[in-house]
């Protein structure tokens, strides 16, 4: 029987899929098949910040919806490492917290993050009294993914609420630019002059020469912000705020990388082409997105109610 369905299958052709492939592909202009690595990380990169700039400028609920993804895939992507890792994470419970982490944050202010954590934490309380396989580290090790991906993101929901269109996209945009400032400025100068090894047991490829240049990027974008009107911020403040965030960026990149070779990843997943996961293109922007919302607001540079 099974030989016989199998010859079916072989006598009816290529599937569906395939043949949709094989005319994606002949239509394909010749310049873009084959593509080098080099091209492929290009193009997924014009891709993703295309997909950025274009969510978190047309409206806060546009800019809402592209976290709540970005947080479930990266939170997805989290507990898929740490499984390698030899833990057991409730990854249904942690990604669904990691997206409603933002839309709390949105719809109920600093308050509805505290209602997620303490709803996660008695929801993983009650899987680890009922499931005897999980441990306490399993436990840990959901709320931290769902905290860590969705927590730390929801900074961007009060950085983009807090000024009227379209400057509360525009802060936000640039607040991403930094992020991108920080490694592109970090890249060039560390791949040209880099010899003082950073992290050589976390990340072999930093350097201390690429690390300031970062820090110089992130300063430099922050201390364009000056121009955005309704942003109570002045140059030294802003110059301030650019080092720091240079720093947790950095650190964001660093602790991602530790993950990665604790579990043995070289990447987080295969969903940006050239690049690796969606966690590694944000590993920067979870710790920068909670730091510029806690600076812009104990600053009084953006308005802020609970």
Not at 94 to 109: D, T
Request: glycine content about 10%; overall charge positive; hydrophobic content about 50%.
């Amino acid at each position: 029987m099974k030989a016989a369905r199998a010859t079916d299958e072989e006598n009816a052709g290529p599937t569906r899929s395939t043949r949709i492939k094989d005319f994606a592909y002949k239509k394909t202009p010749q310049k873009l098949k084959n593509a080098t690595d080099l091209q492929v990380r290009f193009r997924t990169g014009a891709i993703y910040v295309t997909l950025c700039i274009v969510c978190i400028l047309v409206s806060d609920i546009s800019t809402l919806v592209f976290l709540c993804a970005t947080a479930g895939i990266c939170a997805g992507e989290f507990y898929y490492m740490l499984r390698a890792d030899a833990k057991l994470p409730n990854e249904m419970l942690g990604i669904i917290a990691a997206m409603l982490y933002p839309v709390s944050v949105y719809f109920l202010g600093v308050v509805g993050a505290l209602y997620v954590s303490i709803a996660l934490l008695l929801s993983l309380i009650v899987w680890y009294v009922f499931w005897l396989r999980a441990r306490v580290p399993d436990v840990g090790v959901s709320f931290f993914g769902a905290a860590y991906t969705g927590l730390l993101l929801s900074g961007i929901v009060v950085v983009r609420t807090a000024l009227p269109d379209p400057w509360g996209g525009v802060l936000v945009i640039g607040i991403f630019l930094s992020i991108w400032a920080n490694d592109s400025f970090a890249y060039l100068v560390g791949s040209k002059i880099g010899k003082h090894k950073m992290a050589p047991r976390v990340s072999p490829k930093k350097s201390w020469e690429g690390f300031f240049a970062g820090i110089v990027g992130s300063m430099v974008i922050w201390g364009l912000f000056t121009l955005i009107p309704g942003l109570n911020l002045n140059l030294p403040e802003a110059l301030g705020f650019g080092l720091v965030c240079g720093l947790m960026g950095v650190l964001g990149d660093l602790a991602e990388s530790r993950i990665k070779r604790n579990s043995g990843f070289k990447d987080s997943g295969t969903i940006m082409p050239g690049h690796g996961g969606l966690l590694d293109r944000c590993d920067s922007l979870f710790l920068v997105a909670a730091s510029s919302a806690i600076l812009l607001v104990i600053s009084g540079a953006i308005p802020f109610s609970v």
